[in-house]
Structures are given as structure tokens and as C-alpha cells.
């Protein structure tokens, strides 16, 4: 089975940095995806890692170590924008090998940025 | 990117009644899911819709409970049949672009209340 954790909540302050960790275990692992979304919004894509270490785009990064089933995602010079819920995916890989690309999407994190 | 319309936005029905959930992309695309988001929860996969032949459904869902067609490359229906309080949900169809990521785009949703 797939079972994906990360925080219900966060808060932080406008300016500063966050980082939202998720843990993972599924059967088989065909990458890890970060997605935004904010309230009454459908998801828009972050970032992807398939491959340990850091993925850096603008002001968000994301950090990917298989071995640990541990990713995170952070958020630097956070701004009121920000506040959204956070969600972590993760695109296992089929026993018939097809099929890979149906996410098993994690709970959330609801942000809350303040200033 | 893709862009993805559905329709309807939004709609409120009554118990024992059937909805059907319309989703229109601008290009062709290879893959089309249909999704679902429960109140305060995060989203959860139905089905995948195969082109011209009979969806792929995840565990807990049935093909007579949400019937799916996918005559083309660039529509797709979800049917949510003989709905229940149980079935309102946000309904979110999206699609994979096969871009560097195999990112996945989301439509803005469908929310549905059975009253």
C-alpha cells in the first residue's frame, strides 16, 4: 500500500523561510511532485524529483532522498501569496510495470503566511 | 501547458439523481484522470479514462458508480450515478503532459452538493 505523511498545518512569517517535510512508503517509487493550492483553486505543480538532492526553482525548493522515503519542500522570502495548502504526491510504480503516472496525493499542509 | 475547462463548475442535486462532469482540454493528450476531493481532505483517484476503451478503475470505485467515457483525446465525462450526501465532493479531472516532468495540469473542478 501507499501511505504519505506531512503536517496538517504551518505557520510562518512573511519574509522569512519554511520548509514542509513529507514522508513516504509506497510499493515502488516513479517520483515525488509538490503541488499548490489555494483555497476554492484546483492544484498547480511545484516540482518533481525522481533522483536524490535539491531541485532549485526561484523561490522554491525541493529535496528528494529515496533511501529515506523523506522529501521537503522550502519556501524562501515567503509571501502573503503563499498561504495555500501544500500537497505531496508520489507516482508509484505499478506491479505490471504500467501505470505510472497516477499520483497518491498526501493529506496537505495548510500554510498560513503572516505578517 | 494544457488548459482545461470543465463543466459544470459547480451544482447542487438531489439524492438518487445522476451528474455528468464534463472535461475539454486545448490539445491532445495521452492521459486523462479523473479525480476526487472530499471536504478538508486532499484528492483521491477514481479512474484513469482510456481513449476507446473502458476506464481503469482504483480501489473503491466501480464503473457503475461513475460510469467514464473518453471518446477522443481531448474530452472525457465522469458520471457520479444515483448520488448520496456521501458523493459531494470537489470532482477534478487532469491530464499529463508529457513535458520534461510528465507533469500533471488539473482542471478548476467541479463542485458537487447532494442535497
Known amino acids: 500500500g501507499q501511505n504519505i505523511d506531512q503536517p496538517t498545518e504551518m505557520t510562518a512569517t512573511e519574509g522569512a523561510i519554511v520548509q514542509i517535510n513529507c514522508t513516504y512508503q509506497?510499493?515502488?517509487?516513479?517520483?515525488l511532485f509538490w503541488y499548490q493550492q489555494h483555497a476554492g483553486e484546483a492544484p498547480t505543480f511545484l516540482s518533481y524529483n525522481v533522483l536524490d538532492g535539491l531541485e532549485e526553482k526561484g523561490r522554491f525548493s525541493s529535496f528528494l532522498s529515496r533511501s529515506k522515503g523523506y522529501s521537503y519542500l522550502l519556501l524562501k522570502e515567503l509571501q502573503m501569496k503563499d498561504s495555500a495548502s501544500y500537497l505531496c504526491?508520489?507516482?508509484?510504480?505499478?506491479?505490471?510495470?504500467?501505470?505510472?503516472?497516477?499520483?497518491?496525493f498526501g493529506k496537505g499542509t495548510k500554510l498560513s503566511v503572516i505578517p | 501547458s494544457a488548459v482545461i475547462s470543465q463543466k459544470p463548475s459547480r451544482d447542487i442535486c438531489q439524492r438518487g439523481t445522476s451528474l455528468t462532469i464534463q472535461c475539454q482540454v486545448d490539445s491532445q493528450v495521452t492521459m486523462m484522470f479523473w479525480y476526487r476531493q472530499q471536504p478538508g481532505q486532499s484528492l483521491t483517484l477514481i479512474a484513469t479514462a482510456n481513449q476507446g476503451s473502458e476506464a481503469t478503475y482504483e480501489s473503491g470505485f466501480v464503473i457503475d458508480k461513475f460510469p467514464i467515457s473518453r471518446p477522443n483525446l481531448t474530452f472525457s465525462t465522469l458520471t457520479v450515478s444515483n448520488m448520496s450526501p456521501e458523493d459531494s465532493s470537489i470532482y477534478l479531472c487532469s491530464v499529463v503532459d508529457k513535458g520534461s516532468y510528465n507533469e500533471q495540469f488539473f482542471g478548476p473542478g467541479t463542485r458537487l452538493t447532494v442535497l
Open positions: 504526491a508520489v507516482s508509484p510504480l505499478r506491479p505490471s510495470g504500467a501505470g505510472s503516472y497516477q499520483l497518491t
Open positions: 509506497t510499493s515502488g517509487f516513479n517520483g
